[in-house]
């Protein structure tokens, strides 16, 4: 376990707001509350693909909430975000409609 470090400003967690972990949260026991019966999360609103609660979101949709709350004495936050990250990078290779891999375009730079 490597020394914490909380997050700042900084150090923000980087996200592509893709909208991949909003649009596949029964793929995780803490998100699965969340589905409206789809795989999607109920407050996720496709046409916009933005959360229409996204300044009260649960602590589960915010990076650094959980970081502080549960993970802070496992990993420092550079661990953490590279954790999140690979989950990211999971969900862009699931596949989408058509056989795509999902995120294609979201991680291509």
Same mark, same amino acid.
Request: glycine share 6%; charged share 20%.
């Given at each position: 376990?490597?020394?914490? =470090?909380? #997050?700042?400003?900084?150090?923000? *967690?980087?996200?592509?707001? =893709? $909208? ?9 026991? &803490?998100?699965? *509350?969340?589905?409206? %019966?789809? $795989?999607?999360?109920?407050? !996720? ?5 933005? =959360? ?5 979101? #649960? ?11 549960? !993970? /802070? ?5 550079? &661990? *953490? /975000? ?12 699931? #596949? $989408? #409609? %058509? %056989?795509?891999? &999902? %995120?294609?375009?979201? *991680?291509?730079?």
């Amino acid at each position: 376990m490597s020394s914490s =470090c909380s #997050p700042t400003a900084d150090s923000a *967690f980087p996200c592509h707001q =893709c $909208g991949l972990c909003c649009q596949n949260v029964h793929l995780s026991r &803490e998100t699965q *509350f969340l589905d409206r %019966g789809d $795989g999607t999360c109920r407050h !996720y609103a496709s046409d916009t693909r933005t =959360c229409a609660i996204y300044a009260d979101r #649960p602590d589960i949709c915010r990076v650094d909430r959980m970081y502080a709350t549960r !993970y /802070v004495r496992l990993y420092s936050w550079s &661990e *953490f /975000v590279a954790l999140n990250l690979q989950a990211c990078a999971a969900l862009a290779a699931l #596949p $989408g #409609p %058509g %056989g795509q891999p &999902e %995120g294609k375009a979201v *991680f291509r730079k």
